[in-house]
């Protein structure tokens, strides 16, 4: 059969236009439109488009979630991220000791009050949250990383070898929402305690890893925390997590942090 040499695709509010498989026209028409229909009622350094929804019918949190949350806000409020906010340039607006507003004081909050064995993590990045997951974990724990992009190659990389070497972190550049990779680190993940969820915030990625997730078999349920919860794309794998959770964004990253307790009842 003759190849097809025009391509017309608009799968999600781009429109592409392609030659012979080259792309001649690139149009991200959706977002444009919403800026024009719907503009910000207020001028802010980044805005995102998000929804806000009635909590009485969706899942409720647990007695569980409370009980971390309440002592780890507390403990927040008093906490310090001098060597973090040393990593960065000084005038970044936003240094990771910034808070609420930034995860980092409130991760390292949790990490001190559930004194987790086992940490696990999907996006690195410059290894500022991993970092700060690191920083109160009890002396025989351990945080482990994900992320497709090896840390000492990612721009602007916080991480130094020094930062490895007693073995309490770790990375790992595997996929976990391709569910063979997953089962290839089972025996990992089932010990984890904690897990943040920090990756591509499309939505696709964090529903392929909340599936693979559901395959295994913990040895105790872990907390879940998922960043970006009320970015427009995150909105849907956020609602539909049938655990009990609860949205503290108001406590967390502006762009939406909310903990799962996985495998609880509500
Ligand atoms: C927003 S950054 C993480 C920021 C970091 N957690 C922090 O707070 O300092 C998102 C990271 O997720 C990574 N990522 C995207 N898709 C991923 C995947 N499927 N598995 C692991 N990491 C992924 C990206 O490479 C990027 O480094």
Redesign the pocket.
């Known amino acids: 059969m003759k190849r097809q040499q025009v391509e017309l695709r608009d799968p999600d509010g781009v429109l592409r236009i392609a030659w012979r498989g080259r792309e001649l026209f690139r149009w991200s028409w959706r977002p444009k439109l919403l800026r024009r229909v719907l503009p910000a009622p207020f001028v802010a350094r980044h805005v995102e488009y998000s929804l806000i929804a009635s909590p009485d019918d969706d899942v409720q949190p647990s007695e569980r979630l409370l009980n971390i949350i309440l002592p780890a806000l507390q403990r927040a409020a008093s906490l310090r991220l001098d060597d973090l906010d040393r990593r960065v340039p000084a005038d970044l607006p936003y240094p990771?000791s910034r808070w609420p507003g930034e995860?980092?004081r409130l991760l390292m909050a949790l990490v001190a009050v559930m004194q987790p064995r086992c940490v696990v993590?999907?996006?690195?990045?410059?290894?500022?949250?991993?970092l700060?997951l690191k920083q109160l974990l009890p002396p025989d724990g351990q945080v482990v990383t994900?992320?497709?992009?090896p840390w000492q190659q990612?721009p602007g990389a916080c991480l130094t070898e020094k930062d490895f070497a007693d073995h309490r972190l770790l990375q790992y550049t595997?996929?976990?929402?391709d569910p063979d990779l997953m089962q290839r680190h089972h025996a990992l993940l089932r010990q984890a305690e904690l897990i943040?969820v920090?990756?591509?915030?499309d939505g696709i990625?964090e529903s392929k890893?909340l599936t693979n997730l559901r395959r295994i078999s913990f040895m105790k349920p872990p907390l879940l925390i998922l960043?970006?919860i009320r970015v427009w794309t995150m909105l849907k794998v956020w609602r539909g997590i049938s655990y009990p959770k609860l949205d503290v964004t108001s406590f967390g990253?502006w762009t939406g942090t909310g903990l799962v307790d996985w495998l609880g009842t509500p």
Not at 146 to 149: A, E, G, M
Not at 174 to 177: A, G, I, K, T
Not at 198 to 201: G, R
């Open positions: 990771p995860h980092y993590e999907i996006g690195t990045a410059c290894g500022m949250s991993a700060a994900f992320d497709l992009i990612y595997d996929d976990l929402s943040f920090d990756a591509a915030k990625m890893f960043d970006d990253h």
